[in-house]
């Protein structure tokens, strides 16, 4: 069983920026798949980015590649997203998912999908204000 916990939502202006935190309790971290999602009112959850535990595979989706970047700290079993020149319509619930059967090629070809993705987190609301 892989627990997740996201941190790091809040409220910003246009252009400003956040750094979410997905925080893994796995007994075994490595192997994995963790992918960041986001939901907005009234909008289907959409994947934006995703990468392996081993580093080896990593993909965004185009509505935020240049924008938004991951990271790892393998030593917490924490991946990062850091989120810059945001945007209103960046505004959701953002959720960080895993999977322990690895990233799939879609992932790195920037395509997520949930039926991927076993283990989710309960989100972390980001709001952009104009």
């Known amino acids: 069983q892989v627990q997740l916990v996201e941190s790091g939502g809040g409220s910003v202006q246009t252009g400003g920026s956040l750094r979410l935190s997905c925080a893994v309790s796995?007994?075994?971290?490595?192997?994995?798949?963790i992918g960041w999602f986001r939901q907005a009112p009234g909008k289907e959850r959409e994947g934006i980015a995703g990468?392996?535990?081993?580093?080896?595979?990593?993909g965004y989706a185009d509505s935020v590649k240049g924008r938004f970047t991951l990271s790892q700290d393998n030593a917490k079993n924490t991946v990062f997203l850091q989120m810059t020149s945001l945007k209103p319509e960046d505004t959701a619930m953002y959720y960080c998912a895993a999977d322990d059967r690895g990233c799939s090629r879609s992932v790195v070809n920037g395509f997520f999908f949930l039926s991927e993705f076993r283990y989710w987190g309960k989100g972390t609301l980001v709001t952009v204000s104009s």
């Open positions: 990468i392996s535990t081993d580093g080896q595979r990593i």
């Open positions: 796995a007994y075994t971290y490595s192997g994995n798949c």
